[in-house]
């Protein structure tokens, strides 16, 4: 994935999510577009895009909720950083993997965002990550699965391809 | 310790590149509310506005059509069952006329009749049969008089089992005997199809010279010949020419075969009144409240 790509693909994933995620809700949860861009990110191009490239759509995602402005792009960052470190210990070309990844990612990012957003009430930050957090996960990870099998079919070897340590 | 951390940062960019957002994130989130308010909203409608007020068109149009979609299915299921009450009101309307005339038919020759829809009327231009849902099986027979509220239809002349085919009075064969009300003269009913005008119209023949009838005379069946009982309303005269042996007499019939829908058979005769069931009275009064209401 060239560079140019990722930032399109950041950049229609930023519109999506502040459009069009409301709209395909799943029992109150929805993907989270941005953890996906950031995640395979990390796979196709390394660290420091994936990094960037999550505070980038995380500060853009933030302008939408001022009052925590840096919040999404902090916590997209620690994804970004986290899930590229994490592909060199992984089978990255095994579709359960990545899902599995994709899951984390996301409850991270929520994690973080809903640990800042309910400081001053822990018992909702639990139930909302329990809830959304996980079903946002699982959703996020369905479309990873999709991604992936796109991957296969087309051949796009920086994500589906066995890259294994 | 400031040394080692530098030349940790140095020799990993990723870790710096990810400190260097995690440091920028926390100062934004330090910002004072006024000015993170400012920075956000002038940013969120330089980058994100316009996408989204495209999007939020491009849905509500999407939903727009789609509720037009489901407007105009109601719409058409509305217009389908006005239609269908508008046919069920009718329906209802000659259901009570030929239920008013069920119950009350003439008192001083009362008729067994036996209501029947007409299901069918092949033929061309002339009405050549009509088909009714009732047979043999409900006491249908061949050589039934069948009439309408308005006057005599024609005769049963196919029987089946469950359905009948008719003769109407338009039917080139039919012919009925007849008398002038008002003269008591006697004729035959017979049809004249014109060709060129494609009408069908309707004379009495055998009527002789000089005889009693003019126009305005009302017709009715004579009873000769025991197939059709007498006094059953046929029709009128409209034109009486007078030649050196008979009489050419016009009569318009009382009964529009093509509109007709039911049809009762009139399976006997009985002598005096018929007695009218509970249910009858109760249905002949309901009628006639009804019909009061509706001239009030």
């Known amino acids: 994935m060239r560079l140019g790509a990722y930032a399109a693909l950041a950049f229609v994933a930023v519109v999506l999510d502040a459009t069009v995620a409301p709209e395909v809700e799943i029992l109150g949860a929805r993907p989270d577009l941005l953890v996906l861009v950031v995640v395979y990110g990390s796979l196709a191009l390394g660290s420091r895009p994936a990094t960037i490239g999550g505070f980038l759509m995380g500060l853009v995602v933030d302008t939408e909720l001022p009052e925590y402005l840096g919040l999404h792009a902090f916590a997209l960052a620690v994804v970004g950083f986290l899930s590229a470190g994490i592909w060199e210990h992984l089978v990255r070309s095994n579709v359960f993997v990545q899902c599995g990844v994709l899951l984390v990612a996301t409850m991270l990012h929520d994690g973080i965002y809903y640990l800042v957003y309910y400081r001053n009430h822990l018992d909702m930050y639990t139930s909302f990550l329990a809830r959304y957090g996980l079903l946002g996960g699982l959703y996020t990870a369905a479309l990873g699965a999709l991604v992936f099998g796109l991957a296969r079919a087309r051949g796009w070897r920086a994500i589906a391809g066995d890259r294994s340590p | ?296």
């Open chain 2, 1 to 296: 310790m400031a040394f080692h951390l530098t030349r940790l940062l140095r020799g990993n960019r990723d870790l710096s590149t990810f400190l260097t957002c995690a440091a920028v994130s926390f100062v934004l989130l330090a910002l004072p509310p006024a000015a993170k308010e400012t920075a956000g909203r002038a940013l969120s409608g330089v980058v994100l506005g316009p996408f989204k007020r495209l999007t939020t068109a491009a849905i509500e149009t999407a939903q727009v059509r789609e509720e037009n979609a489901a407007l105009r299915r109601i719409a058409a299921e509305l217009m389908n069952e006005r239609n269908a009450l508008i046919e069920h009101r009718q329906e209802n309307e000659r259901l009570r006329e030929l239920l008013r005339v069920l119950v009350t038919f003439p008192e001083e020759e009362s008729f067994e009749l036996l209501p029947a829809r007409v299901i069918g009327m092949p033929g061309g231009r002339v009405i050549e049969r009509m088909e009714i849902d009732r047979g043999a099986e409900h006491g249908a027979r061949a050589g039934m008089a069948v009439v309408t509220p308005e006057g005599l239809v024609g005769k049963v002349v196919t029987v089946h089992p469950t359905r009948a085919l008719v003769e109407p009075l338009a039917n080139a064969s039919s012919a009925v005997s007849v008398v002038t009300e008002r003269g008591r003269v006697r004729g035959v009913l017979k049809p004249r199809y014109h060709a060129a005008s494609e009408l069908t119209t309707w004379q009495i023949d055998y009527v002789p010279a000089r005889s009693d009838v003019e126009p305005g005379d009302r017709v009715i069946t004579s009873g000769l010949g025991g197939v059709v009982p007498a006094g059953l309303s046929v029709g009128t005269v409209t034109s009486v020419e007078d030649g050196p042996l008979t009489m050419e007499v016009d009569v318009r019939l009382n009964v529009d075969f093509s509109k007709v829908e039911h049809v009762f058979v009139i399976t006997g005769t009985r002598s005096g009144p018929r007695p009218l069931t509970d249910m009858e009275e109760k249905l002949l009064r309901e009628i006639e409240k009804l019909s009061e209401e509706e001239h009030e």
